[in-house]
């Protein structure tokens, strides 16, 4: 499974911005996108990977860490292969380099994940 993460810019505080992540391909045992819970992680400059938000295979359960709940919405899209994140009020704090992953459960945990984007930069200046 390949991910390709898109969507990042530069946007002022308070501004919005919406995050895409596109999956292609299988697994080596033929598994797809559809199977796997999805989350999205940042990396600020200096700091380690954070989690953000996660997503379960068919869209049932959705965890957000603290830092971002009320202000980010995941969504995915199993038809068309792709998850979503709608960022809005936005905060210079969340500059960083987001990226998407696919994993199992439990989905906050960043150990579970077995496939990862390339990352999108997201730069929110004051």
């Known amino acids: 499974v390949q991910l390709q993460a898109s969507g990042g810019g530069l946007v002022q505080a308070g501004g919005s911005l919406r995050l895409s992540c596109a999956a292609s391909?299988?697994?080596?045992?033929?598994?797809?996108?559809?199977?796997?819970?999805m989350g999205w992680f940042r990396q600020a400059p200096g700091k380690e990977r954070e989690f953000v938000v996660a997503?379960?295979?068919?869209?049932?359960?959705?965890y957000y860490a603290d830092s971002v709940k009320g202000r980010f919405t995941i969504s995915r899209d199993n038809a068309k292969n792709t998850v979503y994140l709608q960022m809005n009020s936005l905060k210079p704090e969340d500059t960083a380099v987001y990226y998407c992953?696919?994993?199992?459960?439990?989905?906050?945990?960043?150990?579970?994940?077995?496939?990862w984007g390339q990352g999108t930069l997201v730069t929110v200046s004051s």
């Open positions: 992953a696919a994993g199992k459960p439990p989905l906050q945990d960043e150990s579970v994940y077995d496939y």
């Open positions: 391909g299988r697994t080596a045992s033929g598994r797809t996108f559809s199977v796997y819970g």
């Open positions: 997503i379960s295979r068919g869209g049932g359960s959705i």
